[in-house]
């Protein structure tokens, strides 16, 4: 069974950096496309960037282009967002994903494990 574990959410000023990490376990992922989705309050679930495990493609939302960077630690199994420059929108829950295929959807209902979020806020 594959497992998710999320880490590095917190707060930080407004222009600040935070690291979030996500340990995945139970399975060979070479093949699978990883990502990163946050919820706001209120809002529904939004991609913010994924990565393909193979080859290390990667995708960003608009609003967080130039600001995070995705990346894989192919030995560690893990799978990081550096997100510099924070803002107050940048507040959620964030979440790490993985689809048990290498492909580009940045849609929710194509990833197919969840993390348990972790919580990331940003003060002004």
């Known amino acids: 069974q594959v497992q998710l574990v999320e880490s590095g959410g917190g707060l930080v000023q407004a222009g600040g950096s935070l690291r979030l990490s996500c340990a995945a376990s139970?399975?060979?992922?070479?093949?699978?496309?990883m990502g990163w989705f946050r919820q706001a309050p209120g809002k529904e679930r939004e991609f913010v960037a994924r990565?393909?495990?193979?080859?290390?493609?990667?995708y960003y939302a608009d609003s967080v282009k130039g600001r995070f960077t995705i990346s894989r630690d192919n030995a560690k199994n893990t799978v990081y967002l550096q997100m510099n420059s924070l803002k107050p929108e940048d507040t959620a829950v964030y979440y790490c994903?993985?689809?048990?295929?290498?492909?580009?959807?940045?849609?929710?209902?194509?990833?197919?494990?969840w993390g348990q979020g972790t919580q990331v806020t940003v003060s002004s």
């Open positions: 990565i393909r495990w193979s080859g290390g493609n990667t």
């Open positions: 994903a993985a689809a048990r295929r290498s492909f580009y959807s940045i849609v929710s209902r194509d990833y197919d494990y």
């Open positions: 139970g399975r060979t992922f070479s093949s699978y496309t």
